[in-house]
C-alpha cells in the first residue's frame, strides 16, 4: 500500500501529547494486492525511566498480552481437535474435564446466605463452551447470583493459577439455555490438553506456531527471556487521565496452567499470522469445512437476545457501532448479523473480538479483509483507542473498497 493515511497524524497526535503510549495497527486482505498495512507509533511503555531506551518503541514485533485476545487461538486448537477425532463438538466434555461433571445451577441463597444449587438439566458440550453457552460466566455485575456467591467467600479471593480451582465454581443458568460471557475457553484448553496428552504450550507450538512459522507466543512468558526483554508494559491512566505504568502480576509470573481464553503473550505479527491464515482459508490451521463452522452463527433467537442485551451494555465487540446493531456469535467469535453503514464498514458475518487491554481483531470474509489494533492500555473500552481504532478500520474499508473499483 502506497501513502500514507490522514488518520495516522491522529494517531501520532494523541501519542505524542501523552494521551496513549503507543499502538500497532495492521490490515491485510486475503491476497495482499490491495491491503498490506502494518503501522507502529509510540512507546511500549509508559515508565519515565524507560522511555529514552533504545528499544522502547513499540513496533509489529513487540510481545503484547492478547488477553481475551487469546480466545480465537484455542479455538482453532480445540477445532484441530475435532477435525482429528480427539473430540466431538457436541459430545459430553466431562470424559476428559471430570470437574465439569459435578458442577451444579446456582438458583439463590437460603435465609442462612447458604447457596441453592440443582443440577444442570443437560451436560457441557465443546460447542457450549466455544460459544459462551456453558452456564459458565465470569463474576462481574451482570450475574449478580455468582458475584454473591464469591463476595459471601464462597470462591477464594485470592485467583487461583490453576484453570480447575479458579473456576470451579457453579453454573449460572443451565448449559444451552442462554448467552453468558465467562471462563470457557480457558476450559476448553484444558479439554484439548487432556485429550491430546500435550501441554496446551507444546500443542500450540506444533499445531499453530510451526505451521505458520511463529516464534513469537506464548502462554509462558517467563521461560522466554527473549520476550521478556522485548515485551510492552501495561499502562491505564491515572485520576488526570494521564497514561501511567500499572503493575500486573501476569507479567512477572506465569501461573501454573496455559489458560487458553486470556494468557497468550504474542506479537502482533504472530497474532495476525493467525488471523490471516483463518481469512485466507489457506488450509495451514483447519480444513476449509472447519473454517465455514467458525463463521457459522450459533445463537438461536433467544440466546441471541441475550447476547444482545448483553453487548448493548458493554460493546464488547469493541469498535462496532453502538446499541442497536444485531449480534450473533460463532464458535470463534462476536459475529454480526447485519451490514455496518451499508457497504463502507464491516459486512454482515464479520467475526471479532478483543482483549482487556484494548486490544481488537476481526475477520471479515465478505470483504476479504483482517484487522488488527493492538493497544496495551487498561480498561477495556478506552474511549481515545475506541475512537482512533474506528477511525483506522473504516479507512482501511474505505481504501479497500477503492482498490476493488479499480478492478
Request: aromatic residues 8%.
Amino acid at each position: 500500500m502506497d501513502g500514507a493515511f490522514e488518520f495516522e497524524k491522529d494517531f501520532k497526535s494523541a501519542i505524542d501529547s501523552g494521551k496513549i503510549p503507543g499502538v500497532v495497527l495492521m490490515a491485510k486482505d486475503a491476497a495482499e494486492d490491495k491491503i498490506n498495512y502494518c503501522w507502529s507509533h509510540g512507546l511500549k511503555t509508559a515508565k519515565p525511566d524507560r522511555k529514552d531506551a533504545p528499544d522502547s518503541a513499540m513496533t509489529p514485533d513487540t510481545p503484547l498480552r492478547l488477553a481475551s485476545a487469546s480466545k480465537i487461538v484455542a479455538t482453532v486448537m480445540a477445532l484441530q481437535c475435532v477435525e482429528r477425532g480427539y473430540l466431538g463438538l457436541d459430545d459430553d466434555v466431562q470424559r476428559f474435564l471430570p470437574e465439569l461433571a459435578q458442577v451444579q445451577v446456582l438458583t439463590g441463597f437460603d435465609d442462612s446466605q447458604n447457596p441453592l444449587l440443582r443440577p444442570p438439566k443437560c451436560a457441557i458440550t465443546l460447542r457450549h463452551l466455544l460459544a459462551h453457552t456453558s452456564g459458565l460466566a465470569y463474576i462481574t455485575e451482570d450475574e449478580p447470583l455468582i458475584t454473591k456467591y464469591r463476595d459471601l467467600g464462597f470462591i477464594p479471593k485470592v485467583a487461583s493459577l490453576q484453570v480447575a480451582h479458579r473456576y470451579g465454581f457453579p453454573l449460572s443458568d443451565d448449559p444451552g439455555s442462554r448467552w453468558i460471557y465467562g471462563p470457557n475457553l480457558d476450559w476448553a484448553g484444558k479439554l484439548v490438553e487432556r485429550a491430546t496428552g500435550l501441554d496446551l504450550e507444546e500443542y500450540m507450538h506444533q499445531n499453530i506456531c510451526a505451521p505458520l512459522g511463529i516464534t513469537d507466543m506464548t502462554y509462558k512468558l517467563q521461560k522466554r527471556p527473549d520476550m521478556v526483554a522485548r515485551r510492552a508494559d501495561m499502562s491505564n491512566r491515572d485520576a488526570n487521565g494521564v497514561p501511567e505504568n500499572t503493575s500486573a502480576s501476569y507479567l512477572l509470573e506465569d501461573p501454573d496452567d496455559c489458560f487458553a481464553g486470556m494468557g497468550l503473550f504474542a506479537t502482533p505479527n504472530a497474532f495476525m499470522a493467525v488471523l490471516h491464515s483463518l481469512l485466507k482459508d489457506d488450509g495451514k490451521l483447519l480444513s476449509p469445512a472447519m473454517v465455514d463452522a467458525i463463521f457459522q452463527p450459533q445463537l438461536d433467537a433467544a440466546r441471541e437476545k441475550s447476547l444482545n442485551i448483553y453487548m448493548d451494555g458493554r460493546n464488547h465487540g469493541g469498535l462496532l457501532p453502538e446499541a442497536g446493531i444485531r449480534r450473533n456469535h460463532s464458535l470463534g467469535g462476536l459475529m454480526i448479523m447485519e451490514d455496518c453503514e451499508g457497504d463502507v464498514w464491516r459486512r454482515k458475518g464479520c467475526i471479532s473480538w478483543g482483549g482487556f487491554p484494548n486490544l481488537f481483531w476481526s475477520i471479515d470474509r465478505e470483504a476479504g479483509l483482517c484487522v488488527l489494533i493492538a493497544f496495551q492500555l487498561i480498561p477495556f473500552g478506552d474511549e481515545q483507542c475506541v475512537r482512533l481504532g474506528r477511525l483506522f478500520e473504516k479507512t482501511i474499508y474505505k481504501r479497500l473498497k477503492e482498490s476493488k473499483s479499480r478492478h
